[in-house]
């Protein structure tokens, strides 16, 4: 499987669409960037309200970006790295060169962790960068890393579980085009539930769109308030990915 993480990741380094894509990901972000002129946001004790350009600051650009805009950023790793093979029609030229399904399946979702993590990684660098440039660094205290770092690592693992319900798609139907539109529709379809339907408890563990919003409304210690999403995302990864194994090992290539 590490020569198949391995391969893959060279295919991808090589792939001119890729970097074409991540370079308009990180315009885009720069452009939001300089064009917030008013934002609020949660660092440590108290929340800073920027009322000009110049108020923008390096570690107050980080956290405008992480946002749920972060969803649809990792759109296009579905369609290149999940999907890459299943859009090519080379997924059988793969398996039959020694690669089993179960390091296929995930091997390729390891490849696609990494380099979600590390394009996020990239969108708060830029981001601080251009923050830094209009306003300066922005730094109080220490409880804006150690939020900061909170944001970070929950926001990957809401995406995470939301790309892990497009790879359930994707090896349901072979189709990424489908899978594209399971990773935007599915976490709207459970937002509109728990709104609709207030009663059923259960939901607030599936809103990964409600909790990409609500995690910047925490802190690192008030991240209970948050937990059930938390929960929710942990399972579902696990089931999804587990499920998706089960159906890639009965089906014919």
């Not at 993480?5 to 300089?34: H, P, Q």
């Not at 990424?176 to 935007?184: E, G």
Request: hydrophobic share 50%; charged share 10%.
């Amino acid at each position: 499987m590490l020569n198949f993480i391995r391969a893959d990741l060279y295919r991808l380094s090589r792939s001119k669409s890729f970097w074409i894509t991540e370079g308009i990901i990180l315009l885009l972000v720069i452009l939001s960037v300089v064009s917030n002129g008013s934002v609020g946001v949660t660092l440590g004790d108290s929340t800073q309200t920027s009322g000009g350009l110049t108020e923008m600051t390096g570690f107050l650009a980080i956290q405008t970006s992480l946002s749920s805009m972060l969803l649809y950023y990792s759109l296009p790793l579905v369609m290149q790295v999940l999907g890459s093979e299943y859009t090519k029609g080379t997924m059988k030229n793969i398996i039959t060169v020694g690669v089993s399904k179960p390091a296929y399946l995930f091997g390729k979702f390891l490849v696609y962790a990494l380099v979600l993590v590390l394009q996020i990684v990239a969108i708060c660098v830029v981001s601080f960068v251009a923050g830094t440039v209009i306003g300066g660094i922005g730094y109080n205290d220490l409880s804006q890393i150690e939020n900061l770092l909170y944001y970070f690592v929950s926001f990957v693992l809401i995406l995470l579980a939301t790309s892990s319900f497009a790879v359930l798609v994707l090896y349901l139907t072979k189709n990424t085009a489908v899978s594209v539109l399971a990773t935007i529709f599915i976490p709207m379809a459970f937002a509109i539930a728990r709104i609709s339907l207030p009663n059923w408890k259960f939901l607030e563990y599936l809103d990964f769109q409600g909790g990409l919003e609500m995690v910047t409304m925490t802190t690192f210690q008030t991240w209970e308030t948050v937990q059930p999403i938390f929960i929710g995302s942990l399972i579902s990864l696990l089931l999804c990915l587990l499920a998706a194994h089960l159906v890639f090992k009965r089906q014919e290539l």
